[in-house]
C-alpha cells in the first residue's frame, strides 16, 4: 500500500502490520498533521541485522535523529550494516529510518519516494511540531 504524506507516496508493506490498512492509513494522517508522535501499530520484524536495525530505528524519539555509526556501535555491526537495513525497511514512516543520518548530520538517503527530499520533510515536519530547529544538511548536494 501507499501512504500519502510530506508530499510525497510512500510504500509501506502492509502485510508486516498487525492492524488493518484503515488503521495505518489513519494513524500516518495523525502523525502528518503533527496529531501523533508514535504509532500504536504491531509491526512483524524480519529476523538477523534488518529486524534488529529496526527495533533501534523505534527507539529514536520524535524529532531526533541518530547516526549510522551510534546505532551501529550499539548494536555492535558496521555503519554500512545499518544503512543497508535502514534501505530495506519495508515500512518507512511506522519504522522511523529517517531519522538516521551521517556522522556529519547528512542525510545520506531514504528509500522511500523522493528520497532524500522526503527524508528532509519529515524531519522538518517532526521539528517544526515539536518546536525545534530542523536537522541541518551539512551537504549541499541532497538538496
Not at 76 to 98: D, K, S
Not at 114 to 136: F, H, M, N, W, Y
Request: net charge negative; aromatic share 4%.
Amino acid at each position: 500500500m501507499n501512504v500519502e504524506i510530506v508530499g510525497s507516496s510512500i510504500e509501506v508493506d502492509e502485510s508486516l502490520v498487525a492492524e488493518p490498512v484503515d488503521e495505518i492509513r489513519s494513524q500516518v494522517a495523525d502523525y502528518a498533521s503533527g496529531d501523533r508522535r508514535t504509532f500504536d501499530l504491531t509491526v512483524a520484524f524480519p529476523d538477523g541485522t534488518t529486524g534488529d536495525v529496526m527495533r533501534a530505528m523505534c527507539e529514536i524519539p520524535y524529532g531526533e535523529t541518530r547516526s549510522y555509526g551510534e546505532l551501529a556501535a550499539e548494536l555492535e555491526t558496521a555503519p554500512v550494516a545499518v544503512g543497508g537495513a535502514c534501505g530495506r525497511n519495508p515500512v518507512p514512516v511506522i519504522v522511523p529510518c529517517h531519522r538516521v543520518v551521517g556522522s556529519d548530520g547528512g542525510l545520506r538517503g531514504y528509500s522511500g519516494a523522493d528520497g532524500v527530499r522526503t527524508k528532509r520533510r519529515l524531519l522538518d515536519l517532526e521539528a517544526s511540531t515539536r518546536g525545534t530547529r530542523p536537522v541541518q544538511s551539512r551537504l549541499s548536494s541532497e538538496w
